[in-house]
């Protein structure tokens, strides 16, 4: 007997992306899980396609632990970061970017 399981078509980042501007949203929040968790096959290239391809605001948390990646996706057009260990781990780095960016950093705290 074969069994036919009904499962909804893959959609790309980029397809979602569009859908959520489509609904409303406001703003999109990006987080790169595998630079979170260290992983070498990060999806910088899918993340920056999605901010050349909507028309609102993105804000991307990937693992930043650097002045230069913060910049480099400020430069590539993310309008926010979130930083999350580094606030806890690395003082000098959170005063320096908010020094050198005020207006667009974001903190992120998770307590368990």
Same mark, same amino acid.
């Given at each position: 007997m074969e069994v036919l399981i009904n499962r909804p078509p893959l %959609?790309?980042?980029?397809?979602?992306a569009v859908e959520f501007e489509k609904a409303g949203a406001e703003w999109l929040h990006i987080i790169d899980l595998g630079r979170v968790f260290g992983q070498d096959d990060d999806n910088t290239? /899918? %993340?920056?396609? %999605? %901010?050349?391809?909507v028309n609102i605001p993105v804000q991307?948390?990937?693992?930043?632990r650097s002045e230069i990646s913060i910049?480099?996706?400020?430069?590539n057009g993310a309008?926010? /970061?979130?930083?999350? $260990? +580094?606030?806890? $781990?690395?003082?000098?780095?959170?005063?320096?970017?908010? +020094?050198h960016y005020p207006a667009v950093s974001? $903190?992120?705290l998770r307590a368990h």
């Open positions: %959609i790309s980042p980029l397809d979602s290239d /899918v %993340i920056q396609n %999605i %901010i050349k391809n991307v948390g990937c693992g930043l910049g480099q996706w400020f430069n309008e926010r /970061v979130v930083l999350g $260990t +580094a606030v806890v $781990t690395d003082q000098r780095l959170v005063t320096d970017v908010c +020094a974001y $903190t992120h």
